[in-house]
């Protein structure tokens, strides 16, 4: 990997439902804690684009079902323009958010350049579409459909991209590594299993060789570009509580490291995103920290 990386904030909590009233998620923040504990002299960028956080309201919005869903595209038609500036300048892309709806924005950019593959590495498959629950009933937080929307399941408003065919990624050049529900009564997504993207459960994903293999298998009937998006609660909650939905098992920390070394380092690799780390939940600063350097060993080349 000789591309010059390039760091992109993208400060948004757009995606995430108030968890209180009067609550504003802190994802938003999450680049500059990040950039407080280090983050620019652990990966050495050849420049840092930073997006302006855009206003977040906890209500519905006229025109959408989708909660701040009109912020939420204008803010990720920016986010595409600076991906796609980027690459276009042989840079690879690390979009530092905020919250999973960035993942729409990131793919809208790169797919400018080619057909791409998603390898999503989230603890939770983020596959709410109006297939599996009732849009009537309430907003939708884009934050739990971030893998629906890429793959084409959603308001046209977030599916829909300037210059790019829908979907954005292919059903069966997506791998999802690290969903720890899919064995619980109530899953919420259980119509993934009817489709073509490979899931790795967070149960499978014990060795960091073997998960790397079956991904690669996936990403290899193509030879496509492909991105990488990086939720932080894929770590146990016992290591990353700093998020807005914790939970147990997560990948350990050595396979996670060696699974991302291994995806950027290959030289498809488009870009990648970070997402939903929320500084609110870490008044210390540890787990700021612990990103920072798990990020220098993924990116320190």
């Known amino acids: 990997m000789n591309r010059p990386l390039v760091i992109i904030d993208a400060p948004s909590n757009l995606g995430l439902r108030p968890l209180r009233p009067g609550h504003v998620p802190g994802t938003w923040r999450a680049p500059e804690a990040l950039r407080a504990a280090g983050l620019e002299a652990a990966l050495r960028p050849s420049r840092v684009v930073a997006l302006a956080h855009p206003a977040y309201e906890p209500g519905p919005e006229a025109g959408t079902r989708m909660r701040n869903g009109h912020r939420i595209r204008a803010f990720n038609l920016e986010l595409a323009d600076r991906v796609a500036e980027t690459i276009d300048g042989g840079g690879f892309p690390v979009v530092v958010g905020g919250d999973c709806s960035i993942l729409v924005g990131a793919l809208a950019g790169a797919r400018r350049h080619s057909a791409l593959s998603l390898v999503h590495v989230d603890g939770h498959s983020d596959f709410r579409h109006p297939g599996n629950y009732d849009p009537s009933a309430m907003p939708g937080a884009v934050g739990g459909m971030d893998l629906a929307l890429a793959t084409g399941r959603g308001e046209a408003l977030l599916t829909e991209w300037p210059d790019v065919p829908v979907p954005l990624v292919p059903d069966a050049q997506v791998v999802q590594i690290g969903e720890r529900e899919a064995r619980d ?44 998006h990086f939720d932080v609660d894929v770590l146990d909650a016992a290591l990353m509580p700093a998020v807005d939905s914790p939970g147990s098992p997560g990948i350990e920390t050595e396979i996670l490291r060696a699974l991302l070394a291994g995806l950027v380092q290959d030289v498809r690799c488009a870009g990648l995103t970070v997402t939903i780390f929320d500084p609110d939940l870490d008044p210390e600063g540890t787990h700021a920290a612990f990103l920072v350097a798990l990020l220098r060993d993924v990116l320190g080349w």
């Open 185 to 228: 009564r109530d899953y919420a997504f259980p119509d993934i299993r009817e489709t073509a993207i490979t899931r790795i459960e967070v149960f499978e994903a014990q060795e960091a060789g073997g998960i790397l293999a079956a991904t690669r298998r996936v990403l290899d009937r193509t030879g496509w570009p492909f991105w990488v």
